[in-house]
């Protein structure tokens, strides 16, 4: 099955717009097409995105999702990537590319620009087009 | 709706790991993190389904009244990171 890492910017836009391509990767996690990846990072910025924007209930339901679905990477098991990466890329993608290279997985799937230097970067909308589905009609 | 009360007490390695799992954003209570392993052990075991968890979020968000725009979205987005 394919290994693929989910930036939290596909949570968010999928939890949101249910009928956009973030939505139709999060269906292709929810039916076991393909296995998703995150790390303790994105964790947290689901965290502070649903307490600040929505409420708690929202977020647990949230973390029930996730943690059933998605294999979470602990931070410990990526020091030694985040050491080779330091000072080499913004801090706060460190994680996440950290996540990727330590893994050895093809996408990242992510809807922030910020991300466009690294190869492995694809937003949702691109991905859903590589596996030959119908995509929508926005970005994200 | 069925109901049912807990009332137990947790100690030693069990204990480490609830504060750990707490302290790592993994729950925001020890009930709320019991609520998580149950659905956790239930989903492995076939009882519940990745999409139905899916939905519960969705029906949530719908129940909040929050509506935010594409321009909202990307502004909070910026602001987490």
């Known amino acids: ?140 | 709706m069925e109901s049912i009360e807990l009332d137990f007490r947790l100690k030693g390695d069990m204990a480490n790991t609830v504060r750990e799992l707490i302290s790592r954003g993994y729950s925001d209570s020890e009930e709320d993190l019991v609520r998580a392993a149950i659905i956790f052990y239930a989903s492995q075991l076939g009882l519940i389904s990745p999409k139905s968890l899916h939905k519960n979020i969705l029906r949530k968000i719908k129940l909040s009244g929050k509506k935010y725009s594409d321009e909202d979205i990307k502004q909070q987005i910026k602001e987490i990171r």
């Open chain 1, 1 to 140: 099955m394919m290994l693929v890492f989910l930036d939290s910017s596909v949570f968010i836009w999928g939890y949101n717009r249910h009928n956009s391509n973030s939505a139709k990767t999060l269906e292709l996690m929810n039916e076991g097409k393909i296995r998703v990846v995150i790390s303790e990072k994105v964790v947290k910025e689901l965290r502070t995105y649903f307490l600040k924007f929505y409420n708690k209930d929202i977020f647990s339901e949230i973390l029930y999702h996730i943690t059933s679905t998605a294999i979470i990477i602990p931070k410990e098991e990526i020091l030694g990537e985040i050491k080779k990466l330091k000072n080499k890329i913004k801090e706060k993608d460190i994680e996440h590319l950290a996540t990727v290279r330590y893994m050895n997985i093809k996408y990242l799937i992510a809807y922030d620009e910020d991300f466009e230097i690294f190869e492995e970067y694809i937003t949702p909308k691109n991905f859903i087009k590589k596996l030959d589905l119908k995509t929508s009609d926005t970005d994200y």
